[in-house]
């Protein structure tokens, strides 16, 4: 199977934790908006792939194509990869989609941080509400997320189900961004079994290949996760 990737190509965000998936599955992919406009690339073809008639049409990208199926919305499209390349159990099936969805919370209260209000508007509209709504994700959710991967860890051993999964890969991310974001507040309150989780996924000879390969979109601040000192409040 050769795959089409089509997300935002100045950004990790949600397309990484697909690409992630397809690069430790060791399949090609073509990352599509990351191509020039002359060869069918850039933005505009993910707007054409978001506009056109896939059934259902997707709402929002990451969208992997994969033979005649249109797939959106993260968690079905790793769901797909886990079944087809064995990136999670077949008895563990739900149980991984479970934590992926709550990676997928984490994330989203992650990318609020910056943007308490609304995504359409710039960073600095929203600075006064990105504070307070980064005072309480720091001091209270941080914790309470990494605690509950904490439990799950000590539960299940080296990985999140038992063996490994695209779930491990996406709390990878996770924790990546959340260190590329909150320095301060991970130091303080990441638990040292989710930090020892992350670097054996990171050791993984894939995954290591592909974050030192130029395939990895160095974080920016476009992203999820983005460092702006004033919201790192340890
Ligand atoms: N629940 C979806 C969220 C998708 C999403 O929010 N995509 C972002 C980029 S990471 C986007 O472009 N959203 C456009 C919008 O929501 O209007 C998923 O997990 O895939």
Request: proline share 5%; hydrophobic share 45%.
């Given at each position: 199977?050769?795959?089409?990737?089509?997300?935002?190509?100045?950004?990790?965000?949600?397309?990484?934790?697909?690409?992630?998936?397809?690069?430790?599955?060791?399949?090609?992919?073509?990352?599509?908006?990351?191509?020039?406009?002359?060869?069918?690339?850039?933005?505009?073809?993910?707007?054409?792939?978001l506009r056109?008639?896939?059934?259902?049409?997707?709402?929002?990208?990451?969208?992997?194509?994969?033979?005649?199926?249109?797939?959106?919305?993260?968690?079905?499209?790793?769901?797909?990869?886990?079944?087809?390349?064995?990136?999670?159990?077949?008895?563990?099936?739900?149980?991984?989609?479970?934590?992926?969805?709550?990676?997928?919370?984490?994330?989203?209260?992650?990318?609020?941080?910056?943007?308490?209000?609304?995504?359409?508007?710039?960073?600095?509209?929203?600075?006064?509400?990105?504070?307070?709504?980064?005072?309480?994700?720091?001091?209270?959710?941080?914790?309470?997320?990494?605690?509950?991967?904490?439990?799950?860890?000590?539960?299940?051993?080296?990985?999140?189900?038992?063996?490994?999964?695209?779930?491990?890969?996406?709390?990878?991310?996770?924790?990546?961004?959340?260190?590329?974001?909150?320095?301060?507040?991970?130091?303080?309150?990441?638990?040292?079994?989710?930090?020892?989780?992350?670097?054996?996924?990171?050791?993984?000879?894939?995954i290591a290949?592909?974050?030192?390969?130029?395939?990895?979109?160095?974080?920016?601040?476009?992203?999820?996760?983005?460092?702006?000192?004033?919201?790192?409040?340890?």
């Amino acid at each position: 199977m050769s795959y089409r990737l089509y997300y935002w190509p100045m950004l990790q965000g949600r397309g990484e934790l697909v690409r992630l998936a397809l690069e430790e599955a060791a399949e090609t992919y073509v990352d599509v908006a990351r191509l020039p406009e002359a060869e069918g690339g850039g933005v505009a073809a993910l707007l054409a792939m978001l506009r056109g008639d896939a059934s259902p049409p997707s709402y929002a990208p990451p969208i992997l194509v994969a033979g005649d199926q249109v797939l959106s919305q993260t968690a079905v499209i790793l769901t797909y990869l886990g079944d087809a390349h064995g990136l999670a159990p077949a008895d563990r099936r739900l149980a991984t989609l479970q934590l992926q969805l709550t990676i997928s919370d984490a994330i989203s209260e992650a990318h609020d941080t910056h943007h308490p209000i609304g995504t359409g508007l710039y960073y600095e509209d929203q600075r006064e509400a990105a504070k307070q709504r980064a005072a309480f994700f720091v001091s209270q959710r941080i914790a309470k997320y990494l605690g509950y991967f904490e439990r799950v860890l000590a539960q299940s051993g080296d990985h999140l189900v038992g063996a490994f999964s695209y779930a491990d890969l996406s709390l990878f991310q996770l924790v990546a961004g959340l260190r590329h974001a909150f320095p301060k507040a991970m130091a303080a309150h990441a638990p040292a079994s989710v930090i020892a989780h992350h670097d054996r996924v990171a050791a993984r000879p894939r995954i290591a290949a592909y974050l030192a390969s130029d395939r990895r979109i160095p974080f920016n601040e476009h992203g999820i996760f983005r460092a702006y000192a004033e919201l790192d409040l340890a």
